[in-house]
C-alpha cells in the first residue's frame, strides 16, 4: 500500500515536471539549443499569477489563465528581443547560451526588486485531502495532474493534426528545407516559444500551489532538463515518460532516504542515462548548438 501512495504522489509530481520538460524540449526540438531562461520565466509568471490572484481573489482557472498569458507574452518577447536577432545574423552557437542565462537572470532580476527574498503561499483552491483504502489523495494533486493531462495532449493533437503543428515539425527536422517550400520559419519558432511559455506559467503556478512561491522556484527548472535528459532532448513523448519516472523515483527516495539526500540520486540517475543511453529513452542523437 505505501508502494501505491509513491506513486500516486509521484505521478501527481510527475506531471508538473512534465510541463516544465516539455517545454524545455520543445525550443531544444525546434532550435537545437537550451533555453536556460525557461526557469525565471516560470518564476516570473508564477508570481504574476499569484498577485493578480491575491488582488483580485480570482479563483484557480483564471489565476493559470493570467500565468499561461504572461508567460507566452514574455517568452514571445524574449524571442523577438534576443533569439531571432541572433537566427538572422548567424552568430557563434556561444551567444544563445549567453543570451538565454542572460534572459533568465533579467526575469530573476525583476521578481527579486518586486518581491525581495519573501515567500508566499498562494490562496486556498482545493479542499482537505481525501482519504481512500488507506490511501491519501490530496485534491490539489488530482486537478493538477487532470489539468496537465489535459495540456499535454491537446499539445499533441495540435502539433500531429494542425498545419501549424506540421510547420513547427518541418522546422524542428530542416529549418532552411522548411523555409524552400514556403513555410514561415519565423511564425513557427514564436508558436514555439508561445506554448513553451504558457506551459512555464502553468507549471509554475502549480508549483507555488503546492509547494512555497519563493524568487528561486525556477531553480526547479532543472527537473525539467533531468526528465529531458531521460526521456531524451528534443522528443516531446520522452519528455513526460522522463518527467513522470523522475516524479515517482524523487517521492520514493524522498520518503525512504530524506529529502536532502535525494536530489543527489536523481543527478546520478541522470548522469547513468548520459553515461548508458546518450538520446534517453524515446530521443535521437541530436548535437545541442549551446
Not at 508567460?71 to 548567424?90: P, Q
Not at 508561445?194 to 507555488?208: C, E, H, N, R, T
Request: charged fraction near 10%; include cysteine; glycine fraction near 12%.
Amino acid at each position: 500500500m505505501q508502494i501505491l501512495q509513491y506513486v500516486i504522489n509521484g505521478i501527481a509530481l510527475g506531471s508538473v515536471y512534465a510541463l516544465i520538460s516539455t517545454g524545455f524540449s520543445l525550443i531544444f526540438n525546434v532550435l537545437k539549443f537550451s533555453n536556460f531562461s525557461h526557469g525565471a520565466l516560470m518564476t516570473f509568471s508564477a508570481f504574476t499569477g499569484y498577485f493578480v490572484a491575491a488582488a483580485n481573489g480570482w479563483g484557480l482557472v483564471p489565476t493559470i489563465l493570467a500565468a499561461a498569458a504572461t508567460g507566452s507574452l514574455v517568452a514571445l518577447a524574449g524571442e523577438f528581443v534576443a533569439f531571432r536577432r541572433i537566427l538572422i545574423r548567424n552568430t557563434s552557437p556561444i551567444y544563445f547560451f549567453v543570451s538565454s542565462i542572460t534572459l533568465g537572470t533579467l526575469f530573476e532580476g525583476i521578481v527579486v526588486l518586486q518581491v525581495g527574498a519573501n515567500f508566499y503561499n498562494y490562496p486556498r483552491f482545493f479542499g482537505k485531502p481525501l482519504k481512500l483504502a488507506g490511501l491519501v489523495i490530496s485534491q490539489s494533486d488530482i486537478i493538477i495532474f487532470c489539468i496537465s493531462a489535459f495540456v499535454l495532449v491537446v499539445l499533441a493533437l495540435v502539433i500531429q493534426k494542425t498545419r501549424l503543428g506540421r510547420a513547427l515539425r518541418s522546422v524542428s527536422f530542416d529549418r532552411d528545407t522548411a523555409s524552400l517550400m514556403g513555410i514561415d520559419v519565423t511564425r513557427s519558432i514564436q508558436f514555439a516559444f508561445i506554448i513553451s511559455g504558457a506551459l512555464a506559467g502553468l507549471a509554475g503556478v502549480f508549483l507555488g500551489i503546492n509547494y512555497t512561491l519563493y524568487p528561486t522556484l525556477g531553480s526547479l527548472v532543472v527537473k525539467g532538463f533531468i526528465a529531458s535528459v531521460i526521456g531524451g532532448l528534443g522528443s516531446l513523448p520522452g519528455a513526460v515518460i522522463g518527467a513522470m519516472l523522475l516524479g515517482i523515483v524523487e517521492t520514493t527516495l524522498i520518503s525512504t532516504i530524506g529529502s536532502g539526500y535525494a536530489p543527489v540520486f536523481t543527478f546520478l540517475i541522470m548522469l547513468v542515462f548520459l553515461l548508458v543511453r546518450p538520446r534517453g529513452i524515446a530521443g535521437s542523437n541530436i548535437q545541442e548548438k549551446a
